[in-house]
Nanobody
Framework: QVQLVESGGGLVQPGGSLRLSCAASGSIFTINAMRWYRQAPGNQRELVAVITSGGSTNYADSVKGRFTISRDNAKNTVYLQMNSLKPEDTTVYYC???????????????WGQGTQVTVSS
């Protein structure tokens, strides 16, 4: 019913920048909070940033001042601008959205497929 498709990952040198995008499509009535998580092998999934439907944001301490989350409600898309990237930012990034389906009017969490970010010289 609802799909989240991520893009924008890749390889970048330390100190560089990447912009991740996550577009929601399908039977969408409303989208509440949208989030970016990351998960390294063997580790728990870590919340990186969250943005509410009203535009309020919050960040993990490890990315404050370097990452910026934003959203385009007309496009049902959330972005993560990542600057001053460090090798420890290397991992798979997942988007998450709380979506109320137009078909069922039930709200639930949806996940993207993940996109790899590698920071290396």
């Amino acid at each position: 019913q609802v799909q989240l498709v991520e893009s924008g990952g890749g390889l970048v040198q330390p100190g560089g920048s990447l912009r991740l995008s996550c577009a929601a499509s399908g039977s969408i009535f409303t989208i509440n909070a949208m989030r970016w998580y990351r998960q390294a092998p063997g580790n728990q999934r870590e919340l990186v940033a969250v943005i509410t439907s009203g535009g309020s944001t919050n960040y993990a301490d490890s990315v404050k001042g370097r990452f910026t989350i934003s959203r385009d409600n007309a496009k049902n898309t959330v972005y993560l601008q990542m600057n001053s990237l460090k090798p420890e930012d290397t991992t798979v990034y997942y988007c998450n959205a709380e979506v109320r389906s137009r078909a069922t009017m039930i709200a639930r969490q949806y996940w993207g497929q993940g996109t790899q970010v590698t920071v290396s010289s």
